[in-house]
């Protein structure tokens, strides 16, 4: 998953660009920045390379989901569909706007399971926000067509899927909007940062606007700017764009290796039986950031968790079950509701009623599932011992 594995030359040609003029900021300056525009230049190669009219980039991938949630109109008490397996950041950006998350289970996807989301609809329900994990995705269409028939927002948020494909079009831009992350562990890193993309011109103008205070940036003076709402400051620097910049045009090269050492991978693993994959919706192209893989029994995977960790090789695969930062199950913070300041009644009941909610479906995938995260610079060679080792420890659990 890691663009950060292929760091190099390119990225300190970008960032070297900005330090020559020293204007680190992307709005204004037209004069002494000398027609260096980083922030903008990435904002074009993301729509030419994910096929979106319009790409917002922010400070972070919360930060973009934060934007995205108000310039959809998602605000107090709205409630927001999402998975009971995603990375905390999900929540956080659907309490930041004042809405309600409603967790609802996954299915062998990893991700939304269109029934839970059926029967999660209320008369509040005002969005679906599947989350795309592990570099796959969710049953668009099924999900797509319950939100036409029930008129509610499709946000994706696609922040660990850069690069994967449904039918054809890049995940984050098939529903109303979609984001990325750029954080150091993603596909494409900036460091920090991230970016709202949609087909809706209204859409974003709104996130632009609400990324920079409010900013409505129609003059050449900024001072000048009107403030048609109030925003907030979500600004990616020109630091972190450059970065971004360098490593969007290696993407290419970053998925074809990753898809290569993922299949190089999972041929070891398919040569035991009873070891079955996370299923990839019909029409779909994994990014193949993680190759995720089942086991019969909750037991047998746990027991392939210690024998990893005894023998030392846990490091890079993920058991999300037992996992603090991914996992309903773990995330006590959020069932107590302990935020640092009040939140409205609405969103400490909406919370505290997980206490007593059974996640029972996703438990029972869930605890079955190993993620095996794929590097970009794994050798043929090491690749030949991850499996074979990963092969020896599933076999001793097995009794094989
Ligand atoms: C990384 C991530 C985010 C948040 O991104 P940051 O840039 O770290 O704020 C949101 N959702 C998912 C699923 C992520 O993996």
Redesign the pocket.
């Known amino acids: 998953m890691p663009g950060f594995e292929l760091f190099g030359a390119e990225e300190r040609k970008e960032v070297n660009d900005v330090l020559e003029t020293g204007i680190l900021m992307r709005y204004g300056f037209d004069g002494p920045r000398k027609g260096i525009w980083k922030a903008q230049e990435l904002e074009k190669a993301i729509t030419e390379t994910f096929g979106c009219q319009y790409a917002q980039l922010t400070s972070?991938?919360?930060?973009?989901?934060t934007t995205a949630m108000v310039a959809l109109g998602i605000g107090a008490g709205d409630e927001v569909i999402m998975p009971a397996f995603?990375?905390v950041?999900?929540f956080e950006?659907v309490l930041s706007v004042g809405a309600i998350p409603v967790l609802v289970d996954v299915d062998d996807t990893l991700t939304l399971n269109p029934d839970a989301v059926k029967n999660a609809i209320t008369p509040k329900t005002k969005c679906v926000m599947p989350?795309?994990?592990c570099g796959s995705m969710a049953d668009l269409d099924a999900l797509s067509a319950i939100c036409h028939a029930n008129n509610l927002i499709l946000l994706e948020?696609a922040?660990?899927s850069i690069g994967g494909t449904y039918k054809g079009k890049a995940l984050g831009t098939i529903g109303h909007a979609g984001?990325f992350?750029?954080?150091f562990?993603?596909m494409i890193t900036c460091a920090?940062?991230?970016v709202v993309m949609t087909n809706n011109k209204d859409v974003y103008t709104k996130a632009d606007g609400y990324t920079d205070h409010g900013h409505d940036h129609l003059g050449v003076d900024r001072g000048a700017d009107l403030h048609p709402f109030i925003g907030y400051n979500f600004r990616i620097s020109e630091l972190h764009a450059a970065v971004g910049l360098a490593q969007i045009k290696k993407l290419n090269i970053f998925l074809e290796l990753q898809k290569k050492n993922n299949k190089a991978l999972r041929a070891y693993l398919e040569q035991i039986p009873e070891v079955s994959f996370r299923r990839v919706p019909e029409g779909g192209e994994d990014s193949c950031s993680f190759l995720s893989w089942f086991l019969p029994t909750a037991d047998q995977t746990q027991a392939v968790v210690n024998e990893m960790k005894a023998q030392g090789i846990l490091a890079g695969n993920f058991y999300w079950f037992a996992n603090n930062w991914h996992y309903i199950s773990k995330w006590d913070h959020l069932k107590n509701a302990t935020t640092l300041s009040r939140i409205s009644a609405e969103q400490e009941a909406a919370l505290t009623k997980l206490q007593s909610t059974v996640f029972a479906d996703s438990d029972a995938i869930m605890s079955r599932c190993i993620s095996t995260a794929i590097s970009l610079v794994w050798t043929e060679e090491q690749i030949q011992e991850k499996g074979t080792k990963m092969i020896a420890v599933i076999n001793k659990v097995l009794g094989k």
Do not use: I, N, P
């Open positions: 972070s991938g919360t930060a973009a989901l995603t990375f950041a999900s950006a989350v795309h994990m948020d922040c660990q984001t992350s750029f954080d562990v993603k920090e940062g991230g």
